[in-house]
């Protein structure tokens, strides 16, 4: 029966009997032992460290030819400018604010919430994870999931949702 595994926005999460792994692909394969979950977790923090200051640039941008555009009197390329910095800024702080662990242990998890969409602010579903990590702080892990709930992802949600309910992990109430 294990792993039982759903899409996320960013992979993959494999829910095992005592872990959960979030990994790219959706086959367990090499990401099953911890060291190769540290090298992926490595090759992942470069990614972040040149995406991040790429996307915060861009919003920054944004942000800047919106007040420019708006001096001048331009106000759709200031409408323009501005979805494109909040756009931007959603994505910047939705990794932010998740760690990048890629292995939680179902011991050290301490709640899980779900957090239904807002359509038409583009929020997309998601889980929250609160956990234990090795020096004794609380982590959080945000698992965006891909699709909207009006969408076809949400037989996705659904899936996520009663794995998650079968391993008890879920709170009762946060759906």
């Avoid at 090298?39 to 460290?49: D, H, S, V, Y």
């Avoid at 939680?104 to 990590?133: A, C, H, N, Q, Y």
């Avoid at 090795?134 to 996520?160: F, H, V, W």
Wanted: glycine share 6%.
């Amino acid at each position: 029966m294990y792993p039982r595994t759903f899409r996320m926005l960013s992979g993959y999460c494999h829910v095992l009997e005592d872990r959960l792994i979030f990994t790219p692909t959706p086959e367990l394969g090499i990401y099953s032992n911890i060291e190769n979950l540290i090298k992926l977790r490595q090759r992942f923090a470069k990614i972040r460290g040149i995406l991040y200051p790429i996307f915060i640039f861009f919003t920054l941008f944004g942000i800047y030819e919106t007040v420019i555009s708006i001096i001048e009197g331009e106000i759709i390329v200031a409408m323009l400018f501005f979805g494109l910095a909040i756009v931007l800024l959603r994505i910047v702080l939705l990794y932010i604010l998740s760690n990048p662990i890629l292995m939680i242990k179902k011991d050290e998890i301490i709640s899980m919430k779900f957090r239904k969409e807002i359509t038409w602010l583009g929020v997309w579903p998601l889980f929250i994870i609160k956990f234990k990590k090795n020096n004794n702080k609380i982590g959080r892990k945000i698992i965006a999931m891909k699709y909207t709930l009006s969408e076809p992802g949400k037989e996705i949600a659904d899936r996520a949702i009663s794995i998650f309910k079968d391993e008890g992990l879920l709170n009762e109430g946060q759906f």
